[in-house]
């Protein structure tokens, strides 16, 4: 029989049950994740009044979190990349989950800022960690789709913000029973831990084949398949990788990739959470009351997942680089048009249409992002361009409030646009990997990455 690599089995799969608990163990967290991160747009527009807090204050708020995921995400693919994905997988989980819990009994913006920081920290490290999960485990026909809808698992947990930020956060003390409720990640963490595996590739990368044997034979178990028994002790790679550092993500081919996906990640992440976090105060600054901002908010927000269903979708039919560029022109547009609504229907509509473009646009840029990498920085890789993106969503809730006061929302809304509009310039310099196995990423590594 041919003897088959353990990329080669994990290509050749199905979907199969053990896919769908990967994705939807993963997703439920990466929903919790959403949910903390939408309802600071609320509790910040909550806060506000109740605080007396100006736009300032407010904006550091927010941006504590995100220099927290800054932090996070470019140490935690790098741990990743030495203990596995499982585990800082479940640790950051834990953490963010602790800290937004903590946040509900806080009585001064000082403490809050703190707390938001080590939110952002677990919450940077989670994300890029399990986009390249899931695309380890994913057969490469199908690679794509399912990191989007890994990703779709995020407009869940946004939704699910808009109905606590709707329903609990107008009550007394609403804002603080939001900060509870987002602890739930603290417990999920424990389920992670226990109930996934490791990612086979990365252990047969490191050298542990057997392990990773075992796990891709329940997998080949649940598709019915017959595993080769010669493939028992062969590599899922092109051989056993060393621990691989930042440089590597210049080296070997990578510099072009690396540098164009830095760009798109700085502009993505400036233009939607400077937008998305803002959207709910800034239709309180236009005259809506509390209750209709959050209202429209939650409408706007329900528009992500057609988004991420239509992303899914094309993304095994156009590619990664077509589909990524056309949902951020799309998002471009959708911006000028939101920054020029006055009347109901038009912040309904163009809100929804920035919604909608603006997240599809997202699940193709996590789609894309580990599998440019070679097993032994991917993670590496994706934390890397997470933290440029978190580094420019640092800046976006403090520019938000400056530019409004300057030129309104037309100016604001201006800059985001010019913002998508580079940032799918820069998706075409990405290399396409549509159907392709990750062990052709492995084989053309960086000899440097590699023993």
Known sequence: MVNMTISDRLDRLPFTRMHARVVGGSGIGWALDAMDVGLISFIIASLTAQWQLDGATA??????????????????GLIADRIGRRQVFAITLLIYGIATGASALVTGVGLLIVLRFLVGLGLGSELPVASTYV????PARIRGRLVVVLE????????ASALIGYFVVPLENGWRWAFAIGALPAIYALVVRWALPESPRWLAAR????????IVRRFERDARLVPDESSASSGGTSGPQSRGGFADLFRGGLAGRTVSLWLVWAFVNFSYYGAFIWI????????????????????????QLPGYAAAAWLIEVWGRRATLSTFLVGSAASAMLFGTAGEVWQILLFGSLLSFFNLGAWGALYAVSPELYPTSVRATGAGAAATVGRLASIVAPLFTPWALALGGAGLVFTVFAVCFAIAAL??????????????????????????
């Not at 550091?60 to 935690?76: C, E, N, R, T, Y």
């Not at 695309?135 to 994913?138: D, G, V």
């Not at 779709?152 to 939704?159: I, K, P």
């Open 280 to 303: 709910p105060s800034i239709l309180v600054a236009q005259g809506f009351d509390l209750v209709r901002s959050f209202g429209y908010t939650l409408i706007i927000t329900l528009a």
């Open 59 to 76: 904006g550091w708020i927010a941006s504590a979190g995100f220099i927290g995921m800054a932090v996070g995400a470019s140490v935690g």
């Open 152 to 159: 779709a698992f995020w407009a869940v947990g946004w939704t």
């Open 135 to 138: 695309s380890e485990f994913a």
């Open 426 to 451: 820069a998706a075409w310099g990405l290399s396409d990997l549509k159907g392709r196995s990750l062990a052709e990423v492995d084989a053309a590594a960086p000899s440097a990455a590699r023993r």
């Open 207 to 214: 050298g542990r084949v057997d392990e990773a044997d075992r």
